[in-house]
């Protein structure tokens, strides 16, 4: 007769056993040959471009990266008045900021640039900036 | 990590039995599964760095990263650079590149303040003109250029006044650049000092004032409708200033300046005005918004105060000028093991607003002091020196590489950082931690 405790002795032995021999072929798998399916992220190559011998000298469109704005009250503001003179990418690009920073930010554009933002539009934007652009609140 | 070994098992013609076997591991003891499946993850982080992504940010604490961490984007005229921002174009130059003093045009970083920048050029209406405060103004042709002035080349390095900006601590808000916004390239052009003197500067001049070819949406007179960058004429920098034309024995890219840049040796890039069109003497200091308070610096040792002290109004804060003293490691990485008792050569660059750099030191933290690097090809004062080191460590572990450099005029490179409110001025020592295993 074998007894409950030493049944449960082997099955832990036997399980022991398993998850090193999977672990052994997981490894076994990773050193050599391994390969795995990815995003190439490739780059069109361009073509020649044909030139004239005129004094014009161009260069193609300048390709824009958008990224996305976290969604939430506020972004359509940001969206319309911000990108006026920048992508949101003056935004995402940023480290979190504290929520003072960002008011302090907004307000620049206003009278140091010259943004022209109606007050309910810039307020909206600072408070969106504030809760979602902070070190307590950034998620993306 | 766990997602990705699973795809990477699905792969494979008997990947199917072992993922079921893990899956009844883990149905039948969860601490065991556990164990195993933390196991797993620890292989996974040996995997190609390639697999695994850089955050899309970093902060609020300083970047740890020897770049910024945008994705690589293409741009006209430019191979793949690190994108910080996609209108205005901003774009930083991979490390890799400054393994050589020379930074070809394809890689040089770029930095535009405004969106409405040249995609087209017509030189047969272009004009660089000479005007203001002057006997007579000119209206100068690229050929007149070419042709009615000798010819001057010079190599020198054009760092952005934000570079590294994000090792601040506390973090500044602007471009996020880590070390990438500089480059050095051979110019080729024209005497500065030869174009004022042929429109004859008046008396009563103060200060030189450059514009070029951008623009912004704003409103007219603000500083989001033009960017203007003005230079005391009793400054001496303006004898070594050129009027470039070509850049490493090419036309300027579009986004580096096409048909011509300022070039000012020793100084930040924000004076190296790009696609220059207007040159104006002034007869009072330009107060517009790029020079007062865009790009100035405390009036403090190494440019350095605290936010309390800025807000509090103690600082005199002055134009942003010459580039302090900077060293960089570029090989090793870090992103590879090294065997012990394998020789490796570590690589880098260095240089100094003012000056030439005069000795690099290397040290691994081991053996305690510094040594003496090996300096490359001196290409001028104002250029990249690159330097190697002969390295063998002798133990697996961790190594904290660092680099120092001293220039000519005995500035050394300290061991802390900078704090303003713009984010300039960082030329704190360089690190690079190396992982060495075992030989055997």
């Given at each position: 007769m074998i007894g409950a405790g030493k049944k449960r002795r082997i099955f832990f032995a036997l399980l022991i056993g398993v998850c090193v021999l999977a672990v052994g072929a997981i490894y076994a798998d990773l050193q050599i040959g391994y390969y795995t399916s990815a995003n190439l992220g490739s780059v069109v190559q361009p073509a020649p471009p044909r030139l004239q011998t005129n004094g014009v000298y161009s260069v193609a469109a300048y390709p824009l990266y958008t990224p996305q704005l976290v969604p939430g009250v506020g972004r359509q503001d940001a969206a319309a008045?911000?990108?006026?003179?920048?992508?949101p990418s003056y935004i995402t690009m940023q480290p979190p900021l504290p929520a003072a920073t960002w008011k302090a930010e907004v307000d620049k554009m206003g009278k140091a640039f010259g943004a022209q933002i109606p007050t309910g539009a810039q307020a909206r934007i600072i408070k969106y900036l504030e809760t979602h652009y902070t070190p307590e609140t950034r998620k993306h | 990590m766990l997602a990705h070994n699973e795809s990477h098992m699905e792969n494979k013609s008997n990947a199917y039995t072992r993922r079921s076997l893990l899956k009844t591991i883990a149905v039948g003891s969860g601490t065991l599964a556990l164990s195993h499946f933390a196991g797993a993850t620890a292989l996974a982080q040996q995997l190609p760095a390639a697999a695994k992504r850089l955050p899309s940010f970093t902060g609020p604490g300083p970047n740890p990263y020897w770049n910024s961490v945008g994705p690589m984007a293409t741009y006209p005229q430019k191979a793949p650079l690190v994108l910080l921002t996609d209108r205005p174009v901003q774009l930083e130059t991979p490390r890799n590149y400054f393994l050589n003093a020379i930074t070809p045009n394809e890689a040089f970083f770029v930095r535009w303040h405004l969106e409405s920048i040249p995609n087209e050029v017509d030189l047969s209406s272009w004009r660089l003109r000479i005007e203001g405060n002057v006997n007579k103004p000119l209206a100068l042709t690229f050929s007149d250029l070419l042709h009615k002035f000798k010819p001057v080349t010079l190599a020198a390095v054009n760092q952005c006044s934000g570079n590294s900006r994000s090792r601040f601590g506390p973090r500044v808000a602007g471009g996020q650049w880590g070390n990438g916004a500089m480059g050095c390239a051979r110019w080729t052009g024209v005497h500065f000092r030869e174009l004022l003197d042929m429109a004859g500067v008046k008396s009563g001049s103060v200060q030189v004032q450059m514009q070029g070819l951008e623009r912004g949406k704003g409103p007219k007179g603000m500083p989001s409708y033009e960017f203007k960058k003005s230079l005391d004429l009793s400054n001496p920098v303006l004898d070594e200033s050129i009027v470039a034309y070509s850049m490493n024995g090419e036309p300027l890219p579009m986004l580096n300046g096409f048909p011509i840049r300022l070039i000012v040796p020793g100084y930040f890039a924000t004076y190296w005005v790009k696609c220059l069109t207007e040159v104006r003497l002034l007869d009072k200091p330009d107060e517009n918004f790029w020079m007062n308070p865009a790009y100035r610096v405390p009036d403090t040792p190494r440019g350095t105060t605290t936010s309390a002290d800025v807000a509090a109004g103690k600082v005199r804060m002055i134009p942003i000028n010459r580039m302090p003293v900077r060293s960089f490691i570029i090989s090793p990485d870090g992103a590879t093991k090294i065997p012990a008792g394998l020789p490796v050569t570590v690589r880098g660059t260095s240089f100094s607003g003012y000056g030439r750099v005069a000795k690099v030191e290397f040290s691994d933290a081991t053996r305690g002091g510094w040594r003496e690097a090996k300096l490359g090809e001196d290409l001028g004062p104002y250029a990249f020196r690159t330097w190697e080191y002969p390295w063998t460590p002798d133990r697996p572990g961790k190594y904290s590489l660092a680099v120092r450099a001293t220039d000519e005029k005995g500035n050394v490179q300290p061991d802390e950082g900078v704090w303003n409110p713009g984010g300039y001025l960082w030329n704190k020592i360089e690190r690079q931690e190396v992982t060495v295993g075992e030989p055997a």
């Open positions: 008045y911000c990108n006026t003179c920048h992508t | -």
